[in-house]
């Protein structure tokens, strides 16, 4: 039996995206109980495309030749709306939305999902709502005073690159390695 690593495909943020996202954050927390959430740190932010979960060592190889193969050009994104799953009554999960390009990034989540799926991984049957998760609630009691107004700065990027990352869980978080980059 080979070993095996947890994985995910996504897109990775610029650092003044991710500066922002801790920003928005931050100003949450302060209108949250203590520990209500988990707050996910800036680095570990990203947007996941199609997650993979337990990989073999050895498939590998064929994972970064399949996302070598997907063809996709650059596109804009920018920060949209702050929102939750399932809803801001009942939080799990504190997001900021997207807005640009949906419709190449839904192109591009299809065809990383559909390249990866003769290699044995089959979609996730949920729609693909792309977001950025700032949190997860773990009291929802503690975020009962949450602005879901909260001003989420306008910022853009361009989407250049696809990743394939390692996700290793700790204690404090996980902890993200790019194991292999496919530029746009």
Known sequence: MSETIRTFIAISLPPEIREALDGISRALEQQTAPRAVRWVKPAGIHLTLCFLGETGITRLPELRQTLDGITAVPFPLQLGELGAFPRPRRPRVIWVGLQGDLPALQSLQQAVTA??????????????????????????????????????????????????????????????TTLHTRRL
């Open 115 to 176: 390249a990866v799926a003769p290699l044995g991984w089959q979609p996730d049957r949920r729609s693909f709502h792309p977001h950025l998760t700032l949190g997860r609630v773990k009291n929802a009691g503690g975020v009962s005073r949450l602005n879901w107004s909260q001003p989420v700065p306008s910022l853009g990027w361009r989407v250049t690159a696809v990743e394939l990352i390692r996700s290793d869980l700790q204690p404090t978080g996980a902890l993200y």
